[in-house]
Every structure is written in C-alpha cells, then in structure tokens.
C-alpha cells in the first residue's frame, strides 16, 4: 500500500471541499477552499482509516483554525392574531352569503304540485275501416 503525506486532500466524505490527512488517518480539519475548521460531524471509523484517492492532493489551504459549527436552521411561524380585522370580515362575508342563499333559495322554490289536472279520455275507439284496404 502507498505512504500518502500528510497533507490536504479532497473529502473523502463530499461534506467539504478539503480535509487533512495526517498519514494515518483523516483528521477533523476540512475547508471548502479557503480558511479551515473543526468539522462537528466525527467521521466514521471505518472511513477514517481509509487513504486518499491518488491525485487527490487540494491545491494549498490555510492553516487550521477554529471555526464555530454553522448555525441550525431557524424555523419562522407566524403569531395567530387572535380576533384580527381579516377574521372579523370573513365572517361578515360568509354570514351574507348564507342569507342571500336562503333568501334565493325561498323565493325560487317552486312546487311541484300543480292546481290544474288533466283527465285522460274516458274510451278511446277503434280505427275505422275505409273501402279499398
């Protein structure tokens, strides 16, 4: 197997654009091209013993410092506003609209009963025959 150096080579892990090899194992210092960090993430033991690829080597990387982990994601949700204008006139428009619709609904309505009736013929007679048929 080859002795690599210890020096900067690509993240084995793709989480950074660099990390250290220090020639036995990977280190917790990675860049993304420009000054170092601690990564807050311990690499996986099996990972950290694995050397790096050939022609790996980063181009040159500033000396490691601390950098404080990024902030977590902040989630924004918005107050509910208790009894604002919006709700107030949401309902005044829902009260309208259920009015108008009973008022429709009552002046439309139709019966379906009628006061006329029809009476079918009492007999109906039988064709009559003309001369010739």
Same mark, same amino acid.
């Given at each position: 197997?080859?002795?690599?150096?210890?020096?900067?080579?690509?993240?084995?892990?793709?989480?950074?654009?660099?990390?250290?090899w220090?020639?036995?194992?990977?280190?917790?210092?990675?860049?993304?091209?420009?000054?170092?960090?601690?990564?807050?993430?311990?690499l996986?033991?099996?990972?950290?013993?694995?050397?790096?690829?050939?022609? @790996?080597?980063?181009? !040159?990387?500033s000396?490691?410092?601390?950098? #404080? =982990?990024?902030?977590? /994601?902040?989630q924004?949700?918005?107050?509910?506003?208790?009894?604002?204008f919006?709700?107030?006139?949401?309902?005044?428009?829902?009260?309208v609209?259920?009015?108008?619709?009973?008022?429709?609904?009552?002046?439309?309505?139709?019966?379906?009963? @009628?006061?006329?009736? !029809?009476?079918?013929?009492?007999?109906?007679? #039988? =064709?009559?025959?003309? /001369?010739?048929?």
């Amino acid at each position: 197997m080859a002795e690599h150096k210890a020096d900067w080579y690509t993240d084995p892990t793709g989480r950074y654009q660099n990390r250290y090899w220090d020639g036995m194992k990977w280190s917790d210092q990675v860049s993304n091209g420009g000054p170092s960090a601690t990564d807050p993430n311990p690499l996986d033991p099996n990972t950290a013993i694995v050397p790096p690829a050939p022609g @790996s080597v980063a181009a !040159t990387v500033s000396a490691p410092k601390s950098v #404080a =982990p990024p902030a977590p /994601a902040v989630q924004v949700s918005q107050k509910s506003g208790g009894t604002g204008f919006g709700m107030i006139l949401g309902a005044l428009v829902a009260l309208v609209a259920v009015v108008l619709l009973a008022v429709v609904l009552l002046l439309s309505g139709s019966d379906d009963s @009628s006061s006329t009736t !029809t009476t079918p013929p009492a007999t109906t007679s #039988a =064709p009559t025959t003309t /001369a010739g048929s």
